[in-house]
Nanobody, 125 residues
Framework: QVQLVESGGGLVQAGGSLRLSCVASGALGRTFNSYAIGWFRQAPGKERDFVATISASSSGTYLADSVKGRFTISRDSAKKLVFLQMNRVKPEDTAVYYC???????????????WGQGTQVTVSS
């Protein structure tokens, strides 16, 4: 069953902002507060890259160097939501963005057990 769903993607001009959301449901939703949530992205023809992650307790957040100072990650545990606020976006941010849940707060996608279907973000120049 679907357990992670991303939303909020779309077309935005360079310099603009978007907020992506990731909501958990089902069994994952009931144990949401036990999981770190990460955001990853994959551009056409490229490998999947780490973007940001937030620990289960929200005490730790980590961002890729390429997005530091522009993106922030946060979570609303009561609503089982994680947000990726994207500011001052650039054309190179264009990708499909995925959220994932895992027991470790890590930049390594292999450590995440559950993945959403992704949401497309396109930044025009």
């Amino acid at each position: 069953q679907v357990q992670l769903v991303e939303s909020g993607g779309g077309l935005v001009q360079a310099g603009g902002s978007l907020r992506l959301s990731c909501v958990a449901s089902g069994a994952l939703g009931r144990t949401f507060n036990s999981y770190a949530i990460g955001w990853f992205r994959q551009a056409p023809g490229k490998e999947r890259d780490f973007v940001a992650t937030i620990s289960a307790s929200s005490s730790g957040t980590y961002l890729a160097d390429s997005v530091k100072g522009r993106f922030t990650i946060s979570r609303d545990s009561a609503k089982k939501l994680v947000f990726l606020q994207m500011n001052r976006v650039k054309p190179e941010d264009t990708a499909v963005y995925y959220c994932a849940a895992g027991r470790l707060t890590t930049m390594n996608g292999a450590n995440y057990n559950y993945w959403g279907q992704g949401t497309q973000v396109t930044v025009s120049s």
